[in-house]
């Protein structure tokens, strides 16, 4: 994604846009808060303020850009949208946030939906519980 992204998203190409839309595609985390964001722009020596970059992302989502997710008990969270379709697995101690895919949840999901005359727009599956590192620090 570059400049020619955000001109097609309807998004004048900016300053601020360029960075923050740079860190969510370079960044080794794909979930991201606004907080985590800025921090990284500061580590790379840039000026901004965490009000911008919540903007910015804000201007994102409703671009279509990237998409939000509220996560239980979570800052709001933000991923590029890649328009590949993927449930989370979200750690409630460290927000430790793990993609999957499961072709068998989805069709699964499917028939559960159908026997209900239920027609599926979109769906977001979310598992809540610990990541191996904090599950290895219980006692
Ligand atoms: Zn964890
Ligand atoms: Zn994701």
């Not at 068998?104 to 990541?131: M, P």
Request: include cysteine; charge should be negative.
């Amino acid at each position: 994604m570059d400049s020619t992204d955000l001109k097609q998203a309807g998004l004048k190409t900016t300053l601020p846009r360029l960075r923050v839309l740079s860190i969510l595609e370079n960044s080794k985390v794909k979930h991201l808060s606004a907080e985590d964001v800025y921090k990284e722009l500061l580590e790379e020596k840039e000026s901004t303020s965490l009000a911008t970059v919540y903007r910015v992302l804000t201007q994102f989502e409703s671009a279509g850009l990237v998409i939000r997710h509220n996560f239980e008990g979570e800052r709001a969270v933000f991923e590029l949208d890649t328009e590949e379709h993927h449930d989370h697995m979200v750690c409630v101690k460290c927000g430790k946030v793990i993609e999957f895919f499961d072709q068998r949840i989805e069709i699964q999901q499917d028939k559960v939906a159908k026997n209900h005359d239920f027609f599926i727009q979109d769906h977001s599956l979310t598992l809540y519980g610990l990541c191996k590192h904090c599950h290895a620090k219980q006692p």
